[in-house]
């Protein structure tokens, strides 16, 4: 789930939660399963997306990830011609689990 980890009106820094649950009525909310990382294409925001199984059975998020043009460490730029010079730029982006388990 997406949530803003320091506040409750929109903004961006976006992340997606991590909570578990046997029941779906108690949950246990985990540490978040992505952030922004600062730099790089999701450096403002982790933005919506799903969840799939690979064909050798890893799992994947895949998720758009947010920059903004105003953020130094969030490159690159888009090509001119794709880009639509919004205040922020998005790209499709994915996540693997960094063990097999996880």
């Not at 506040?7 to 820094?13: M, P, S, V």
């Amino acid at each position: 789930y997406q949530h803003l980890p320091n506040g409750c009106e929109w903004a961006f820094n976006l992340v997606w939660g991590h909570s578990v649950s046997s029941d779906l009525i108690h949950w246990e909310h985990l540490p978040d399963a992505i952030v922004p990382d600062g730099s790089g294409l999701d450096a403002d925001g982790c933005f919506s997306g799903c969840a799939a199984i690979d064909t050798d059975g890893t799992p994947l998020i895949l998720y758009t990830g947010v920059r903004l043009r105003t953020n130094p460490n969030a490159a690159p730029m888009p090509p001119p011609e794709c880009d639509l010079n919004l205040p922020f730029i998005e790209s499709q982006l994915y996540a693997t689990p960094l063990e097999k388990g996880d």
